[in-house]
């Protein structure tokens, strides 16, 4: 008995059906996502946003294009850091703040890890990305 309301649960499941979020428009790299250039859409693809207002907002990573869903990697907090900008490192322990020149190996926004150049040792070090678009050198 359990067997056969088993199977007939599984034969005659009614599909759960979800949304996903993708572009109603060419949305290009490094533009700020705006409310008119994303909607909703049925469908159930794994990775892809499902939520409108994770995506109103951040920064798109790469060019979107209409139809297509909105991946989790495609879109990222605003950059606050350009790439070969100069920034300045912040190390802190202890009571202990030392502060130096380094250049950006990529663009990032808040609180993503980026490569910098330390200007002064020429050594190649990751951070992250503050409010303030200094970088905290892990200790």
């Known amino acids: 008995m359990k067997r056969a309301l088993a ?4 034969t005659f499941a009614v599909p759960v059906s979800a949304e996903i979020v993708v572009a109603t428009e060419i949305i290009r790299a490094n533009t700020i ?3 008119g250039v994303v909607g909703l859409k049925k469908g159930d693809v794994p990775g892809v946003h499902t939520d409108l207002e994770a995506v109103i907002g951040k920064e798109a990573r790469k060019a979107i294009y209409p139809g297509r869903p909105v991946r989790k ?4 907090e605003p950059a606050l850091v350009e790439r070969n900008q100069i920034v300045t490192l912040v190390y802190s322990a202890n009571g202990l703040s030392i502060e130096a020149e380094g250049r950006s190996l990529a663009r990032g926004g808040e ?3 980026l490569r910098v150049m330390n200007l002064n040792s ?3 070090i990751s951070g992250t990305v ?3 678009g200094d970088i905290q050198v892990a200790n």
């Open 7 to 10: 199977f007939l649960l599984i």
């Open 111 to 113: 609180g993503e890890r």
């Open 130 to 132: 503050l409010p303030n």
């Open 122 to 124: 020429r050594s190649t």
């Open 73 to 76: 990697g495609d879109v990222g």
């Open 33 to 35: 996502i705006e409310p």
